[in-house]
């Protein structure tokens, strides 16, 4: 039987999980991210407008109701859709407020068009000002604006506590938050220390991100060997995700900004679960949610595609599995 998820509780899939079969170009992007759908994986999914359409970063209504229709065709639908704001015009001048707002409203329509709830930006990246005036226009097209957070970007980080502080000033139903659980990672993908070890990086570092990945000397640590140059240069790009994309705090730290959110992404990088590094955080989130009354989607994200060639949907039926049975499970 499957398990049940709590009331107002949407498990979805994100098209970005296929990107590998969208690289390979024998599908256009829709009709990739349609597959979630027509393989019975889920009825709701997630999808980024720059891997839709060559029209971005203004895709046209026709192109976005034509797919929002195809997708109810098959008894699906657009959960969240992800946009962008590019901060730099081609001569490498900013933008101004007024030109960010423009950049960024044709993506909003296209969002409404597909009949999706909202759009989803990085935490911080639109600022206070250009969120505040945005407000009207979301209102006007039913639409939320989610700010994913991710990664280091905890609440307790002084970096990003402003951005925390903006959401919950402006207090509005169509400003909410997204949440990543790559935030709440108890350890490192097993396969992603193997890459690593397998790179010859220094053997004690290896063994403190394996053993020791929450202590934060290993955050220290991590960046000496950056600035040492100990890094091979196969792996630089792979490293980085240690500064960015891994985080190491616990769903405590996140419980005070949860009245503002209203979408998580449950990130994952490979599937070997063997210690609950992958369920964990899963079960931990979906109980601290079931305690404040959460209601809003749950997103399938896979990001260890970047150095695993694993089959896409494979991968995310599989997950999809794992995660509804930790969502139920922490929400019972």
Partial sequence: MTPALPTGWTLSASAFNLTPTVIAAERNAPDVAAALIEECLTTHIEVELGQLWRSFPEPSRAEATAFG?????????????????????????????????????????????????????????????????????????????????????????????????????????????????????????????????????????VRRLRDEWQDPATAAAVVDALR???????????????????????????????????????????LDDSDARVSQPIRDLAAALQRHGFAGTLCSEWGGQEWLDDDPLATTRAHLELARAALSAGAD
């Fill in 69 to 205: 229709e195809r997708l109810a065709r098959i008894g699906g639908r657009v959960s969240i859709v992800g946009g962008s704001i590019d901060d730099w015009t081609p001569t490498g001048r900013r933008r101004s407020d007024d030109e960010r707002y423009a950049f960024l409203e044709p993506q909003l329509r296209a969002t409404a068009e597909m009949g999706a709830t909202g759009l989803r930006l990085p935490l911080g990246q639109a600022g206070p000002a250009l969120l505040g005036r945005l407000v009207p226009l979301l209102e006007e097209l039913d639409l939320v604006i989610f700010e994913e957070a991710q990664g280091q970007g905890s609440p307790r980080n002084p970096a990003s506590a402003p951005a925390y502080e903006t959401l919950a000033r402006i207090d509005s139903p169509h400003v909410r938050l997204l949440l990543d659980i790559s935030m709440l990672m108890p350890a490192l993908p097993t396969t992603y220390l193997e890459r690593l070890e397998a790179a010859n990086l220094p053997a004690d570092l």
């Fill in 228 to 270: 040492s140059g100990a890094v091979p240069p196969d792996v630089h790009t792979l490293y980085m995700n240690l500064l960015v994309r891994f985080g190491r705090s616990s769903v405590e730290d996140v419980i005070p900004v949860l009245p503002l959110l209203s979408a998580a992404h449950l990130k994952f990088w490979d």
